[in-house]
T-cell receptor, first 115, second 112 residues
């Protein structure tokens, strides 16, 4: 079974620039999550999708972050404009709706550096 | 926010020794999960224990849950260098959907 795929793996941008991350979840996983992990901290949930609908985006900074999952499969997370404090690893995860729904499978992450 | 708080923050042991890390949380839970994160394999689900379970085993892992004390522990027996990683607990709240809230983790270092 292929895991969660993310790209790019690394990205360096200057502040005020925009950036986009892509995630392809495990096949058949209806639920998709984006997390932000700042160095030395645990992952923080930014947004949760079930199919193409948003379940929870309470911690997404909506003035600069946006995410979509148009066809209920892959997803993109965008930051525009980026700030220095957005430097972090962005993790995508997915889970099955009914089979062990609490168990999340994580991708390798995208390490973002904002200079 | 309902996140688990892991203790200790860092732990260094010799290969072959056992490692114990603890997690405390604040409110009632449906279940509690433990995850491991290292540079090689990223963040990986280790084990889930339900609120009506007191102990669960998986290979060299043993998890206990004490809902009266709102705490859990993860024991890794006969540790290996490959167990070097950060370990996170993630309590799951009733009505919280599948949302996980992670603490800052325990950084385990297993030395040869």
């Amino acid at each position: 079974e292929a895991g969660v795929a993310q790209s790019p793996r690394y990205k360096i941008i200057e502040k005020r620039q925009s950036v986009a991350f892509w995630c392809n979840p495990i096949s058949g996983h209806a639920t998709l999550y984006w997390y932000q992990q700042i160095l030395g901290q645990g992952p923080k949930l930014l947004i949760q999708f079930q199919n193409n609908g948003v379940v929870d985006d309470s911690q997404l900074p909506k003035d600069r972050f946006s995410a979509e999952r148009l066809k209920g499969v892959d997803s993109t997370l965008k930051i525009q404009p980026a700030k220095l404090e957005d430097s972090a690893v962005y993790l995508c995860a997915s889970s099955h709706l009914r089979d062990r729904p609490y168990e999340q499978y994580f991708g390798p992450g995208t390490r973002l550096t904002v200079t | 926010s309902q996140q688990g708080e892991e203790d200790p923050q860092a732990l260094s042991i010799q290969e072959g020794e056992n490692a114990t890390m603890n997690c405390s949380y604040k409110t009632s839970i449906n279940n509690l999960q433990w995850y491991r994160q290292n540079s090689g394999r990223g963040l990986v689900h280790l084990i889930l224990i339900r609120s009506n379970e007191r102990e669960k085993h998986s290979g060299r892992l043993r998890v206990t849950l004490d809902t009266s004390k709102k705490s859990s522990s993860l024991l890794i027996t006969a540790s290996r260098a490959a167990d070097t990683a950060s370990y996170f607990c993630a309590p799951h709240l009733p009505g919280g959907g599948n949302k996980l809230t992670f603490g800052t983790g325990t950084q385990l270092k297993v030395e040869l």
